[in-house]
């Protein structure tokens, strides 16, 4: 019988010379841009493109698709569902699939749901309704709309956790495919009347020391201006990834915006213009005058877009001692979980809580749809203020510092 199957092959440019290796698919279903895995070991390598290896009989085949992680990974997607579907109809090369009139069919309707989130310039969520939805369509095995029923999604999540995802990787792959399947004019509410539960955790942040260290680490102005902005301004990974000159305006604001020449559209659509502090705004400067012909603020070294952001983040940590040296990624490949883009953002947010300034601004900053994404972001808890305030409260009546004296000698 002909060998089916397909896999993700990274081509990289090593010290020995051109290597093919598998690429690293992490649990989220996502491939880490780069890595590949050598042997029983996880190694990065920054030059290199992706291929998806078949088999013409004993014979590999490879396909090229590309260097971005996300279209390689779809273009698998692609070729897996076709491979399955060549699985069904082996031992009756004679039946071909013929619609039924009246019936639409899921396949076509994936396509039909990623073609509109693309047009919109949804290109994110457009990858997560393909990737997640292929994978739901190859688990239930149903080929029309009218077929699905509320025990496919049950089934679906049984295969995610089987996977060992996380009750809040379920929950997203559950919300991507519930959004195709509305689109399909599926009734959702008697679907599915609830999302996979998951516990809800605080945003991560960086703690005021990590920062000193990290910060006084770096030496390039670049670097500087990158995470100087990250920390002062909160952009979303996309968001300071098409940034450009003529977003930094001479009134020492930041306009932040979608930009239709990268097929690039904010999220929720707001669009929003943040203030640059005094000394974030002379850096950004000085950064122009060294790369005036740059139109792109932080591009890679042939001025396209850096796609390559979260891996920056992750050298400049290692280079700046601050990795945690416990979790898996320390262990493995020296590479921090602790630190990525996002967290900056949630610092940022934190921060600008903390200075007391209201919740309607904090959301129009952050560029949050509703309050509730904003509220968060409070951390009252961990406000040295608000501990200072607690420990000056008289819960017993006189002076609070002599309340545990107090109670220490009616306890004996």
Request: proline share 5%; hydrophobic share 35%.
């Amino acid at each position: 019988m002909a060998n089916l199957s397909a896999k993700l092959i990274r081509i990289c440019k090593t010290p020995q010379g051109w290597r093919r290796y598998p690429a690293v698919i992490g649990k989220n279903g996502r491939v880490r841009p780069g890595y590949v895995s050598v042997g029983s070991q996880m190694e990065y390598f920054s030059v290199g493109r992706y291929e998806i290896r078949k088999f013409d009989g004993k014979k590999p085949v490879y396909i090229p698709v590309g260097e971005d992680a996300t279209d390689a990974l779809q273009a698998l997607h692609k070729e897996k569902q076709l491979l399955a579907a060549k699985h069904l109809l082996a031992d009756v090369p004679t039946v071909q699939l013929v619609e039924e009139p009246g019936r639409a069919v899921l396949a076509k309707q994936l396509q039909r749901c990623v073609t509109a989130a693309q047009d919109r310039g949804a290109t994110v969520a457009a990858a997560a309704y393909q990737r997640c939805s292929e994978e739901f369509l190859l688990v239930t095995g149903k080929v029309y709309v009218d077929q699905i029923t509320a025990d496919d999604l049950t089934d679906y999540h049984k295969a995610l956790r089987k996977r060992g995802m996380s009750d809040r990787t379920v929950h997203n792959h559950h919300m991507n495919v519930t959004s195709f399947l509305r689109f399909c004019g599926l009734d959702i509410k008697k679907l599915a009347p609830r999302a996979p539960r998951y516990d809800k955790t605080m945003p991560e942040i960086y703690e005021d020391d990590e920062l000193s260290t990290f910060f006084a680490s770096l030496e390039k102005l670049e670097d500087r201006v990158f995470f100087e902005l990250l920390l002062q301004t909160g952009p979303r990974e996309q968001e300071v990834m098409y940034l450009e000159w003529p977003d930094i305006k001479q009134t020492r604001t930041l306009h932040l915006r979608s930009k239709p020449q990268y097929n690039f559209k904010m999220k929720d659509h707001e669009e929003r213009e943040l203030p640059l502090s005094e000394p974030l705004y002379e850096l950004l400067t000085q950064l122009h005058k060294k790369y005036p012909n740059s139109r792109l603020v932080f591009p890679t070294k042939n001025g396209k877009a850096n796609t390559k952001l979260l891996q920056l983040v992750k050298r400049r940590a290692r280079s700046a001692e601050v990795n945690c040296g416990t979790c898996d990624g320390c262990t493995a490949r020296k590479e921090c979980e602790r630190w990525f883009l996002h967290k900056f953002r949630a610092t940022y947010c934190t921060k600008l809580l903390r200075s007391g300034m209201d919740l309607r601004t904090v959301q129009q900053m952050m560029g949050h749809s509703d309050l509730a994404s904003t509220m968060r972001y409070l951390r009252p808890a961990e406000h040295t203020r608000v501990q200072e305030t607690v420990n000056q409260i008289s819960w017993y009546g006189g002076s609070p510092a002599l309340q545990p004296n107090r109670a220490a000698s009616a306890h004996v």
